[in-house]
């Protein structure tokens, strides 16, 4: 069996925590009870360096092998979305408009069934250290744990993460040397022109044309401005103007995601979306603003550790059930911040058929669990071998 036998026979308990976690969603920096259950597990593991507070509610657990040697860092994430569930299952959000939809209660209770078996056994020399971060999905919650210096101050020299994937078989891993995931900036469009009366547009500069003409033009930049081998997204996903049928607004805003691989493409859209912006405004007789905000930069595995964690992967998965050339990703992941400061990899866990990500239907395959987990558990010992 490529799981683990001993996590093997605490699945039981991993499928609790995770259902547990689930019913219980927090959003943000506010993981406020989801870290007091972790660290209670912790400290029940037998593990007594935990650090807590990190990025407001992160923690970072250290547990220590039986010969001195280097630091590895695993990492999970711990928040929610602000999602209704519709899964209907008994173990269901009990936070309204709040839901576990990502499966990070799944990625928390991987790295717990992982810290268990690590501090029973201690396989392995040097340290570990169990990274429970809070944030991802909204403002970055990995690069305020680096900016508040835990690579440096808990001596990290490598770090992973895993993210679930629904709809790839259960127990396989994918992954890709180099960048894997894109980058993620946002912008914001505000547009002012003059409302008037529906039945008189002549005598109004009429803001919604000028929104419409904008999102269309936007789209030229993929097609028309970007190399045909370049990977690059833009889209627009909001606009909000007027409030009733005979009345032209007076303004308009639209809103929108780019995600690149590469800076001299974001650079190359950033220019673009200006000069789109400025020359429709002038032609619509409008005035509008652009707002671009750079979000979370590309995620970009070493090479050489996503080679290894690959193979580690095969001592878990099913035989031909591990990629690690599988393509890039155009979604983005704030363990961007950590794999700019240490080398590491990211990969990706099949949990089997599941509604996707992000939807209100979705609920993590607990049957998964144990496969990340001894995942996690046989990077640590390969990684830093006893003898």
């Excluded at 003059?194 to 039945?199: N, T």
């Amino acid at each position: 069996m490529p799981v683990i036998n001993r996590i093997a026979a605490f699945a039981d308990d991993m499928k609790g925590w995770r259902r547990h976690l689930h019913q219980m969603p927090e959003l943000g920096l506010e993981c406020y009870k989801t870290a007091a259950f972790v660290a209670d597990k912790l400290s029940a593991f037998g593990i007594s360096e935990i650090h807590q507070g990190i990025a407001k509610t992160g923690i970072v657990a250290i547990i220590e092998g039986q010969a001195p040697g280097p630091t590895i860092g695993l990492r999970a994430d711990m928040d929610a979305l602000p999602l209704s569930e519709e899964t209907g299952v008994d173990w269901g959000s009990k936070e309204p408009g709040k839901m576990h939809a990502c499966g990070h209660d799944g990625h928390t209770t991987m790295l717990l069934g992982a810290a268990k078996y690590l501090a029973e056994t201690r396989n392995f020399k040097g340290r570990v250290a169990l990274i429970f971060q809070p944030d991802e999905e909204q403002n970055g919650g990995a690069e305020i744990m680096v900016n508040e210096g835990i690579l440096d101050r808990f001596e990290i020299d490598q770090v992973y993460g895993i993210h679930n994937a629904p709809g790839h078989p259960l127990g396989s891993f994918y992954t890709m040397p180099g960048p894997i995931m894109a980058g993620a900036d946002n912008f914001d469009i505000h547009i002012t022109g003059q409302g008037g009366h529906g039945a008189y547009p002549q005598d109004t500069k009429d803001p919604v044309i000028a929104a419409v003409g904008i999102a269309q033009a936007l789209q030229m930049i993929v097609s028309r401005n970007a190399r045909a081998f370049d990977q690059l997204v833009v889209s627009v996903t909001q606009i909000h103007s007027g409030t009733v049928g005979n009345i032209i607004p007076q303004t308009a805003f639209l809103n929108g995601t780019v995600r690149t691989f590469d800076p001299e493409v974001q650079n190359m859209v950033k220019s673009r979306m200006a000069e789109i912006v400025a020359g429709q405004a002038a032609s619509y007789g409008v005035d509008a603003r652009l707002v671009y905000e750079e979000g979370y930069p590309p995620t970009i595995n070493d090479p050489e550790k996503a080679a290894f964690a690959a193979n580690v992967a095969r001592q878990v998965a099913a035989d031909g059930n591990v990629l690690e050339n599988a393509g890039q990703e155009m979604g983005a992941e704030d363990f961007s911040y950590m794999l700019q400061k240490r080398p590491g990899a990211y990969l990706f866990l099949g949990i089997g058929e599941a509604a996707g990500l992000h939807s209100p239907n979705y609920d993590f395959n607990d049957d998964a669990a144990p496969y990340g987990a001894s995942f996690f558990a046989r990077l640590v010992e390969n990684a830093q071998p006893l003898g």
